[in-house]
């Protein structure tokens, strides 16, 4: 049974950084790129960023030199460090394998950019 929990979002300033954890069933972890999603209010979900395996990493243009994905193979775990936080990056932050699948999906963790 694939299970992945996300945590660590939360509300911060404009500029400010968070740290997103997701804590994956090996099943779906050990043979996956693994990647962070998101849905914003009103948009569609959309990839954000995603590491493979041998943990190459690539970057929706958005988030590109903001965010920083990466894995922890030990601890089945795929982190998403947030710098420079803009309110645009607000939505729920979900992780899931590259490509997903569809019983992947977890509760989220909601990210919000406000002052």
């Known amino acids: 049974q694939v299970q992945l929990v996300e945590s660590g979002g939360g509300l911060v300033q404009p500029g400010g950084s968070l740290r997103l954890s997701c804590a994956a069933s090996?099943?779906?972890?050990?043979?996956?790129?693994m990647g962070w999603y998101r849905r914003a209010p009103g948009k569609e979900r959309e990839l954000v960023a995603h590491i493979t395996t041998g943990s190459t990493t690539n970057y929706a243009n958005a988030v590109k030199g903001r965010f920083t994905i990466s894995r922890d193979n030990a601890k089945n775990t795929v982190y998403l460090q947030m710098n420079s936080l803009k309110p645009e990056d607000t939505a729920v932050y979900y992780c899931?394998?590259?490509?997903?699948?569809?019983?992947?999906w977890g509760q989220g963790t909601q990210v919000t950019v406000s002052s």
């Open positions: 899931n394998s590259v490509p997903y699948r569809y019983d992947g």
């Open positions: 090996g099943s779906i972890f050990s043979f996956n790129a």
